[in-house]
């Protein structure tokens, strides 16, 4: 047995409803600036609100449910309301376009949607393809208090004198899943990241103790909760150690720093981009009163920029490394230990990482190669890709798993991250897999064939550029691709360069030298 125990996130909830209480639990401020409060007791009431309307619907244990919402307290309700009836949420990115949540609905055999009126439209639309889609939630029906809806014939508000419902007893496993996400960092298009209630008590107990959360602590999350990051690196380590989350509906840098002062947050996490915008901002007198002692962030950035953001708003940075399969932050700085910067630390307990060659060789400190890690699927790390038994197999060999991310370690064990081997594009915190921004592109009738790399980016760290040839006699503009990618793809997908080419450049077995084109993008 280890760390874990047999806890699920039923019971890592209610119990610390019954420890906590009244403690302060999550605070959430909306678009418009308004703010309520909630209790852990409240959060464990909410989930058990949801979870049992969820269950007079017909979700039932091992469902999959898609919960297609912008951070709000709606979110944490649903996931751990899912949870608490053994259900399983698909949290999908709310710059979906209709094709693509298509896709995530139909491909993880959701049975439901839980969402709010303003992608209402956009549910509906594409229900009609979705033969496995019985029933759709309506949250946040009201845009500054929450309330619950059942689409189209029932509504619940969250009156704090109604009654919790009994749950009936549902046995629940540690193992049991509790997410698909979709994630980017791999090429196949259909990788479902399988997540189980033991992935997510790991990360919340390695993330507490790694960033040495109290109870005092007051968490800011402005990154997305359908993400890894919001849910792994913030909410479970926040909610494990009994500390508060601050959470807004989206974020701000001109907003950011005004909003730490006032809510006087101690901790934050960020990545790349969003320290470069908060660096663009005016400076302000009260830059650095704030009561804030750390920022994890992922990721990195200049040694300039690094220093600039420390003394600025006079707090320390804390880089780190990890992906959707290995449940977010795997190597992070050692707080208490020797810290180095612009280095993503040391491995977490309970895994071991590692640098191999293309063999599966271990590498000596110095020499570059692919990161793997070493874990206990559905515990440790992810379970696996949902559906996907050949590619799971694939990235877990000999009990590693083979991230695709190139980096180095150095003579005191701490690792450093080089890149990407496998072709995903980092934009501002987004994963965009090159494959299906090409797809997309190549369904386009004058586009014979297309090759979309990275480029650098001076605030989203890295931009889209596809290099696209033609059908011969055919005549296009980049404008008109763009175009047609916005319609198809989330935004942060489309490509911000076009590059037309007569052919693109390949080796014997025909594999596009993708080297060569970002070296000629370079040099343009």
Not at 86 to 91: E, F, I, R, T
Not at 285 to 301: G, H, M, T, V, Y
């Amino acid at each position: 047995m280890d760390c874990i125990g047999t806890e699920t996130l039923r019971t890592f909830l209610e119990f610390r409803a019954r420890t906590y209480q009244e403690k302060e639990c999550l605070v959430f401020e909306n678009k418009d600036g308004h703010v309520i409060r909630y209790t852990y007791r409240q959060l464990d009431e909410y989930a058990t609100r949801y979870a049992g309307l969820l269950f007079s619907k017909g979700i039932r244990h091992g469902d999959k449910v898609v919960v297609h919402l912008r951070n709000c307290p709606e979110f944490l309700f649903s996931w751990f309301g899912l949870a608490k009836i053994g259900a399983v949420m698909v949290p999908t990115n709310v710059l979906s376009t209709a094709p693509e949540l298509e896709h995530f609905i139909n491909y993880s055999d959701a049975v439901a949607v839980i969402t709010e009126p303003d992608y209402a439209t956009l549910v509906r639309e594409v229900r009609p393809k979705c033969p496995k889609l019985r029933e759709l939630f309506l949250v946040r029906t009201v845009s500054w208090y929450p309330t619950a809806q059942l689409f189209p014939d029932m509504t619940l508000l969250h009156d704090p004198g109604a009654d919790i419902p009994q749950l009936p007893s549902i046995p629940l496993h540690t193992e049991d899943d509790a997410l698909i996400i979709f994630s980017g960092n791999t090429l196949a298009r259909n990788s479902a990241v399988l997540l189980t209630h033991a992935n997510a008590l790991f990360a919340g107990i390695f993330g507490a103790q790694a960033m040495k959360v109290v109870p005092e602590d007051r968490h800011f999350i402005v990154l997305p909760l359908f993400h890894v990051n919001g849910l792994f690196i913030s909410c479970m380590p926040v909610l494990t150690a009994g500390a508060t989350l601050i959470i807004t509906e989206q974020f701000s840098a001109s907003r950011y720093m005004e909003q730490v002062r006032r809510y006087e947050v101690t901790t934050s996490s960020l990545v790349g981009a969003t320290v470069r915008m908060l660096l663009n901002q005016p400076p302000h007198e009260l830059d650095s009163c704030n009561k804030l002692r750390l920022i994890a962030f992922a990721i990195p950035i200049s040694d300039e920029e690094w220093e600039r953001f420390e003394q600025r708003f006079h707090v320390r940075l804390c880089d780190l490394w990890g992906m959707t399969e290995t449940l977010g932050a795997t190597t992070i700085n050692p707080i208490d230990g020797k810290f180095k910067r612009n280095c993503q630390g040391l491995p977490r307990l309970g895994n071991e990482v590692k640098i191999v060659d293309e063999q599966g060789h271990e590498q000596p400190p110095g020499t570059p190669g692919e990161i793997v890690v070493k874990g206990i699927p559905g515990r440790t790390i992810m379970k696996g890709y949902y559906k996907e038994p050949d590619t799971t197999q694939a990235v877990m060999r000999d009990g590693w798993l083979h991230t695709g991310d190139l980096g180095v370690m150095d003579e005191e064990g701490y690792f450093y991250f080089r890149g990407r081997i496998k072709d995903v594009i980092k934009r501002a915190g987004e994963n965009v897999a090159s494959p299906e921004v090409e797809q997309v592109l190549a369904q386009h009738p004058f586009v014979k064939e297309a090759a979309v790399v990275s480029m650098p980016d001076p605030v989203r760290d890295e931009a889209v550029a596809a290099f696209v040839v033609l059908h011969e006699g055919e005549e296009c503009t980049a404008e008109q691709l763009i175009a047609w990618c916005s319609e198809r793809l989330a935004k942060f997908k489309v490509p911000s360069r076009i590059l037309f080419r007569n052919s693109l450049p390949r080796n014997a077995d025909g594999t596009v030298r993708k080297d060569i084109l970002r070296r000629e993008l370079s040099a343009a």
